[in-house]
T-cell receptor
Framework: AQSVTQLDSQVPVFEEAPVELRCNYS??????LFWYVQYPNQGLQLLLK??????LVKGINGFEAEFNKSQTSFHLRKPSVHISDTAEYFC??????????FGQGTTLQVKP | GAVVSQHPSRVICKSGTSVKIECRSL??????MFWYRQFPKQSLMLMAT?????????EQGVEKDKFLINHASLTLSTLTVTSAHPEDSSFYIC????????????FGQGTRLTVV
C-alpha cells in the first residue's frame, strides 16, 4: 500500500522569503511522485513530477523538488515566494496505473 | 498537455434527486479515469476507478449504488450521485492518466455539488 504524509498543514511565510513544503511517502514498490497546486474552487495544476533519473526536479513558477529515496521524501522548495503562490499544495504518489494517493495538503500563506 | 473537461462546474440540487457529472478527455483516449471527492479544507480522496467497457472499481467505504459510474466510451466517464443528501455536498474531481500510465494525470476543473 502507498501513503503520503505532508508534515505541515499550514506554512506562513513572508513575500520574497524561501519556502519548503515537506512530503514523505511510503510504498513497497517504485512510484512516481507529484506536487500539485490548487486554488480555491478549482481543479489541480501540476507543478512538477519525479518519474526517474535526476533527483532534482524543476517545475513551473520557480518551484523545484528533490527526490530522496533513502529518506522517502519529496520536499518542494521555492527560493522566493510571491503573494500569488498562496494556495493549497498537494503531494501525491502513484504507481503505473495512474491512481493517485494524495497527502493531506499544505496551505501556503504568503504575507506581504 | 492533455485536456480533461468536467461538467458542470457547479450544481445545486434538492435532497433526494440525482445529479450527473461528466468527465471528458478532449484530445486523448482514456480507458481509465478516476473520481475523487474533496471535502472543505481536506485532501482528495479516491472514490473509484472508472474502466471503459467494464464495471467501476470502488474504494472501501464508497457506496457503489449511490455513486453510479459509467464509462461508456474512451473519452467519457460519468458519475451519478443518486438520491443526493446534504452530506453528499462536496467537490468532485475526475482525472485521466494519458496513455493509461501513471506518468501524468490530467484533472478536470471539478464540480461543486451542493445538496439543499
Amino acid at each position: 500500500a502507498q501513503s503520503v504524509t505532508q508534515l505541515d498543514s499550514q506554512v506562513p511565510v513572508f513575500e520574497e522569503a524561501p519556502v519548503e513544503l515537506r512530503c514523505n511517502y511510503s510504498s513497497s514498490v517504485s512510484v512516481y511522485l507529484f506536487w500539485y497546486v490548487q486554488y480555491p474552487n478549482q481543479g489541480l495544476q501540476l507543478l512538477l513530477k519525479y518519474l526517474s533519473g535526476s533527483t532534482l526536479v524543476k517545475g513551473i513558477n520557480g518551484f523545484e523538488a528533490e527526490f530522496n529515496k533513502s529518506q522517502t521524501s519529496f520536499h518542494l522548495r521555492k527560493p522566493s515566494v510571491h503573494i500569488s503562490d498562496t494556495a493549497e499544495y498537494f503531494c501525491a504518489v502513484s504507481g503505473y496505473t495512474g491512481k493517485l494517493i494524495f497527502g493531506q495538503g499544505t496551505t501556503l500563506q504568503v504575507k506581504p | 498537455g492533455a485536456v480533461v473537461s468536467q461538467h458542470p462546474s457547479r450544481v445545486i440540487c434538492k435532497s433526494g434527486t440525482s445529479v450527473k457529472i461528466e468527465c471528458r478527455s478532449l484530445d486523448f483516449q482514456a480507458t481509465t479515469m478516476f473520481w475523487y471527492r474533496q471535502f472543505p479544507k481536506q485532501s482528495l480522496m479516491l472514490m473509484a476507478t472508472s474502466n471503459e467497457g467494464s464495471k467501476a472499481t470502488y474504494e472501501q467505504g464508497v457506496e457503489k449504488d449511490k455513486f453510479l459510474i459509467n464509462h461508456a466510451s474512451l473519452t467519457l466517464s460519468t458519475l451519478t450521485v443518486t438520491s443526493a443528501h446534504p452530506e453528499d455536498s462536496s467537490f468532485y474531481i475526475c482525472s485521466a492518466p494519458e496513455g493509461g500510465k501513471g506518468t501524468e494525470a490530467f484533472f478536470g476543473q471539478g464540480t461543486r455539488l451542493t445538496v439543499v
